[in-house]
């Protein structure tokens, strides 16, 4: 069984800056791509940022300058640091990784967390 475990969402103002951390557990190989999504009601969900287990890193448009994915693989835990939050941002937020379990790569999602930006 895979588990991720997401932490750091809330209420901040617009221009603040929240942390979003995600740990995978379980019985796995090793994580290959970790990442996280966004949501809203109505919207289908978006892909933020994604980062390889080589460090390679790509972002939405909307977030590039504002958000920061980084990974620590002996901990197999995944972060999104983000600065110059806007109203728009306000989603709830899903962390993913892509389990390599032997014979096959599954992808899991976290039970996600709730971001509101608002002053």
Do not use: H
């Amino acid at each position: 069984q895979v588990q991720l475990v997401e932490s750091g969402g809330g209420l901040v103002p617009p221009g603040g800056s929240l942390r979003l951390s995600c740990a995978a557990s379980g019985t796995f190989q090793r994580v290959n791509d970790m990442g996280w999504y966004r949501q809203t009601p109505g919207k289908q969900r978006e892909l933020v940022a994604v980062i390889t287990s080589d460090g390679d890193v790509r972002y939405a448009e909307s977030v590039k300058g504002r958000f920061a994915i980084s990974r620590n693989n002996a901990k197999n835990t995944v972060d999104l640091q983000m600065n110059s939050l806007k109203p728009e941002d306000t989603a709830v937020y899903y962390c993913n990784a892509q389990i390599d379990k032997w014979v096959r790569v599954l992808g899991y999602w976290g039970q996600g967390t709730q971001v509101t930006v608002s002053s």
